[in-house]
């Protein structure tokens, strides 16, 4: 296979299984729409809230550092093992540090977060904590096969961990009839074993290496960024704590079924750099006039798909909500392409 044909074949790869796993929540609308009432959605919806918040915790920015330092290492097979492990084990200390700190606190934390009272820590913050530490650990394994252009490792990790999702939500919500709960722990089971399998497979065969040298590096480069990507997410989210604090539950399950529709813009735009970055990095590594050339190509395809998809999104799924969504969602259909068209 030709560099060319790799790159085609690779990127498809990444494009549709960056794609599959984030969006286990839009694939399962029919079982979503039949089985839970908004209210459910409302829970949901605050769930994705906590893991968007702790997701850029957690780590304190080591995992946003590991793709930067990748480049530097790729050429030595040892030296980027020993950095790829490194990044594990700093992401599990630290996280493990700030959960036992949010435990203590978590009653109070969520109710000064949020004005309802259904939505507790212990029935379902820690569940949604945990699923973000474990969202991180994943995506930094897709990431390190990604930018090793390992194809089918990244397959095998992205599709086991939408399987167990899949099926784990299900049991949750239609076997178990656990409705907002059973989403939510089911996601956590669903997540946390492939994450487990991986990781008691990848050290068996790999001895643990830590470096506190190169995870100094990249404290020194990621921790920075935390407040940034910290102040992004809540400003992207503040809406929805809005809505929260002043209307009621329907209305924000309401608005969140709206947002995770429109949220496939997010994901297609995820998948896409998932794709193309390691390209850009590659590229910029070698920083001559072929190379500057290649990145400008990489950012037009990047902008052009982009805006492609997000059209896309907005027409279809306007209809698909008002034609084959349950009628109890269909004024979503009202605001929805707002909620589409701001991703651009």
């Known amino acids: 296979m030709n560099s060319s044909k790799k790159l085609l074949f690779n990127s498809s790869v990444y494009i549709l299984l960056g794609f599959l796993t984030p969006a286990v929540n839009f694939i399962l609308l029919p079982i979503y729409t039949n089985h839970l009432v908004a209210e459910d959605y409302a829970l949901i919806t605050q769930s994705a809230l906590i893991q968007s918040v702790f997701m850029s915790i957690f780590g304190f920015g080591v995992n946003v550092a590991f793709v930067r330092y990748y480049y530097n290492y790729y050429k030595d097979p040892e030296k980027l093992e020993e950095l790829y492990s490194t990044t594990i084990l700093s992401i599990i200390l630290t996280s493990t540090l700030i959960i036992v700190f949010v435990s203590i606190i978590g009653d109070w934390l969520i109710s000064v977060s949020f004005s309802n009272k259904i939505f507790t820590f212990w029935d379902y913050g820690i569940y949604s904590i945990l699923i973000a530490l474990m969202f991180n650990l994943q995506a930094l394994t897709l990431a390190y096969y990604r930018n090793k252009e390992q194809a089918i490792r990244y397959a095998i990790i992205a599709i086991a961990s939408f399987l167990f999702v899949s099926v784990c939500i299900y049991i949750g919500v239609v076997t178990l009839d656990l409705k907002a709960k059973g989403s939510i722990i089911g996601r ?126 907005t027409v279809f799924g306007s209809l698909g909500i008002y034609y084959f969504i349950n009628k109890n969602y269909q004024s979503v259909a009202l605001f929805f392409p707002l909620l589409s068209l701001s991703y651009l």
Do not use: C
């Not at 399998?197 to 790999?206: D, E, L, Q, R, T």
């Not at 470096?211 to 503040?238: F, H």
């Open 188 to 313: 956590f089971i669903g997540t946390t074993i492939p994450v487990f399998v991986y990781f008691a497979w990848y050290y068996f065969k790999n001895p643990f290496k830590y470096s506190t040298e190169l995870n100094k590096k990249m404290l020194l480069y990621g921790l920075p960024l935390v407040p940034y990507v910290l102040l992004n997410v809540i400003l992207s989210q503040a809406d929805k704590f809005a809505i929260e604090r002043y209307f009621d539950m329907k209305i924000l399950g309401l608005y969140g079924f709206g947002f995770l529709i429109a949220s496939v813009n997010d994901i297609f735009i995820n998948s896409l750099t998932s794709a193309l970055s390691p390209q850009i990095y590659k590229n910029m590594k070698l920083d001559d006039e072929h190379s500057n050339k290649k990145i400008q190509q990489l950012i037009t395809i990047y902008v052009s798909l982009a805006i492609v998809m997000n059209i896309g999104i």
